[in-house]
């Protein structure tokens, strides 16, 4: 049981170039959810998903893009990459019960040129 | 603008010792109050779920209380351990599925 998994570990990209952070869980999770931690910032939310063809917008979505094709997969897309979305990115996921418990994966590196 | 507050100092203790977390919050009903452990370079670890209707949580040395009069959450850690030195996030819901987190607080628990 591996749990929620994320693709790459560490990346870097140069300024405006894109790439997606692949996210995969095998616990049958309905909710999956993409944060950003930044230093005296916290965990921050992107977007979010309660199901397969679902998907939300979080407190910071400008500049990634989400979709939800099947229940273990959430990638985030990066269109055009800029220096402010350098940041550790995590993946979560839980069941759809309101309030309930995430389980995160070990998170991206990402640096922006 | 909703915000929670957690103790962005590091709070250094000796081995057997209660620690003490806080996380204050405003403009904000939460229906769920969560705490999580992260360690460096490790994504953030659930560890207790306490509800607006309840008081106190206990799960073995850990303890959660709630007052949503005060607007604020304390975490005890009893007799810390070494291996209890992370940074510990709390999390809040009113319900939705958006989780808004604390910057958290950084232990050290000193042999």
């Known amino acids: 049981n591996a749990g929620v998994t994320q693709t790459p570990k560490f990346q870097v990209l140069k300024t405006g170039q894109s790439m997606t952070l692949q996210c995969a869980q095998d616990?049958?999770?309905?909710?999956m959810s993409w944060y950003r931690q930044d230093p005296g910032m916290g965990l921050r939310l992107i977007h979010y998903?309660?199901?397969?063809?679902?998907?939300d917008q979080g407190e910071v979505p400008n500049g990634y893009n989400v979709s939800r094709s099947t229940t273990e997969d959430f990638p985030l897309r990066l269109l055009s990459a800029a220096p402010s979305q350098t940041s550790v990115y995590f993946c979560?996921?839980?069941?759809?019960?309101?309030?309930?418990?995430?389980?995160f994966g070990s998170g991206t590196q990402l640096s922006v040129l | 603008s909703q915000k929670i507050e957690q103790n962005s100092e590091a709070l250094n203790i000796q081995e057997g010792k209660t620690a003490t977390l806080t996380c204050n919050y405003t403009?904000?009903?939460?229906?769920?109050l969560q705490w999580y452990r992260q360690d460096p370079g490790r994504g953030p670890v659930f560890l207790l779920l306490?509800?607006?209707?309840?008081k106190e949580k206990r799960k073995e040395r850990l303890k959660v209380t709630f007052d949503t009069t005060l607007k604020q959450s304390l975490f005890h850690i009893t007799a810390s351990q070494p291996a209890d030195s992370a940074t510990y996030l709390c999390?809040?819901?009113?319900?939705?599925?958006?989780?808004?987190f604390g910057t958290g607080t950084r232990l050290k628990v000193l042999a």
């Open positions: 403009n904000y009903s939460p229906a769920y």
């Open positions: 306490i509800r607006e209707n309840e």
């Open positions: 999390a809040l819901t009113s319900g939705t599925y958006k989780y808004i």
């Open positions: 616990m049958n999770h309905e909710y």
């Open positions: 998903s309660v199901g397969a063809g679902i998907t």
């Open positions: 979560a996921s839980s069941t759809r019960d309101r309030g309930e418990k995430l389980f």
